[in-house]
């Protein structure tokens, strides 16, 4: 009995994680501060949908190995999101100054990076209910859980992957892009 208590948390832990918006719903709107290749701008999400759908990509801490992995994965492909008519934004609750390095460093300066406050995660449902020490401030922070969501131009929600692996974010994003032509 004791061997099967202590298998069933391992069980849960392979279990990806569910994010709460759904296909169709409408993607909450924002106006936050990101960086793309080390310069920090103001980022909001309806403006960057009148260029197209984009890939709102959630990640628990930038310098992290499956943080930096996806981030590389990402910069990879961004000429394919490009072809597809995609613009792809990270988001992590990192400080917009951390980002801006990460975004030059792990993204190569290919795409935005951004800071998601708790309005942001709140409305993403993307808290991952624990919080870590940040690295310069020391003061602790949420991080989020790692969900990709992909946003049609017209602002609603057309694809959800939420996987604490970074694995096949980026594949299946671009896969539910091209779906949209």
Same mark, same amino acid.
């Given at each position: ?13 392979? /279990?990806?994680?569910? +994010?709460?918006? &759904?296909?169709?719903?409408? !993607?909450?709107? #924002?106006?936050?501060?990101? *960086? ?59 400080? /917009?100054?951390?980002? +801006?390095?990460? &975004?030059?460093?792990?993204? !190569?300066?290919? #795409?935005?990076?951004?800071? *998601? ?59 539910? /892009?091209?779906?949209?032509?």
């Amino acid at each position: 009995m004791r061997l099967r208590l202590f298998a069933l948390p391992l069980l849960f832990a392979a /279990v990806p994680a569910v +994010a709460a918006l &759904s296909p169709g719903a409408q !993607a909450p709107d #924002f106006t936050t501060r990101g *960086a793309i290749d080390g310069k920090i701008f103001r980022l909001t999400l309806s403006q960057q949908l009148k260029k197209g759908p984009v890939v709102l990509y959630f990640f628990p801490a930038a310098y992290t190995g499956g943080c930096n992995q996806e981030a590389h994965d990402f910069s990879e492909a961004v000429p394919q999101f490009q072809a597809a008519g995609a613009t792809v934004i990270g988001m992590s609750t990192d400080t /917009v100054d951390r980002l +801006a390095k990460f &975004s030059q460093e792990k993204c !190569a300066g290919k #795409f935005a990076v951004a800071s *998601a406050g708790p309005r942001v995660v709140k409305a993403y449902d993307v808290d991952l209910g624990k919080t870590i020490p940040d690295p310069v401030t020391k003061k602790m922070r949420a991080v989020t859980n790692r969900t990709s969501y992909v946003i049609a131009r017209d602002g609603r929600i057309t694809f959800v992957h939420s996987d604490m692996s970074a694995a096949d974010h980026v594949r299946l994003t671009l896969e539910a /892009v091209r779906a949209l032509k």
